[in-house]
């Protein structure tokens, strides 16, 4: 007999989301070279300057979303033992981890509101869990 677990909460996803964003960074910083190397420092024109920023944004959409595609949990929810599954416990597809990611955008936009609304959502779900058919499940402790 299997007990469930219950939802991971808000300080809970933070943690995660923290130690995802400290690597994020240090990868969005590596995966920057080129670009400082290529400008020289010089202040880019605007095209430059936005080719850059969907640069970025790509290598964020696809250290989440491959993480997600392939076992659900990126190396924060690893490390907090959670795991993103869809609703219906299927596998999360590149359509549904892009959905997610997408609305998690929106959920930050809005001041972080789509974030806290596990506050408030019966089931600890966010904006971006409830959009885009997923949740964030809390895995048990390792037996050693």
Same mark, same amino acid.
């Given at each position: 007999?299997?007990?469930? +677990?219950?939802?991971?909460?808000?300080?809970? !996803?933070?943690?995660?989301?923290?130690?995802?964003?400290? *690597?994020?960074?240090?990868? %969005?910083?590596?995966?920057?070279?080129?670009?400082?190397?290529?400008?020289?420092?010089?202040?880019?024109?605007?095209?430059?300057?936005? %080719?850059? #920023?969907?640069?970025?944004?790509?290598?964020?959409?696809?250290?989440?979303?491959?993480?997600?595609?392939?076992?659900?949990?990126?190396?924060?929810? !690893?490390? =907090?033992?959670?795991?993103?599954?869809?609703?219906?416990?299927?596998?999360?597809?590149?359509?549904?981890?892009?959905?997610?990611?997408? =609305?998690?955008?929106?959920? %930050?936009?809005?001041?972080?509101?789509?974030?806290?609304?596990?506050?408030?959502?019966?089931?600890?779900?966010?904006?971006?869990? !409830? *959009?885009?058919?997923?949740? +964030?499940? #809390?895995?048990?402790?390792?037996?050693?």
């Amino acid at each position: 007999m299997t007990s469930e +677990l219950p939802p991971p909460g808000f300080l809970r !996803r933070l943690g995660a989301m923290f130690y995802d964003g400290l *690597l994020l960074l240090a990868l %969005l910083m590596m995966l920057s070279y080129p670009y400082v190397w290529l400008t020289g420092g010089a202040k880019p024109g605007l095209l430059v300057k936005t %080719l850059y #920023q969907l640069y970025l944004l790509a290598i964020c959409f696809f250290y989440y979303t491959g993480f997600w595609v392939r076992g659900g949990q990126t190396l924060g929810l !690893r490390t =907090w033992r959670m795991k993103l599954t869809r609703n219906d416990g299927g596998p999360i597809t590149w359509a549904i981890a892009s959905k997610r990611f997408a =609305w998690a955008w929106l959920s %930050l936009l809005c001041l972080g509101l789509g974030f806290l609304w596990v506050f408030y959502d019966r089931n600890k779900l966010a904006w971006h869990d !409830r *959009l885009s058919g997923t949740k +964030l499940i #809390q895995l048990p402790k390792r037996r050693t």
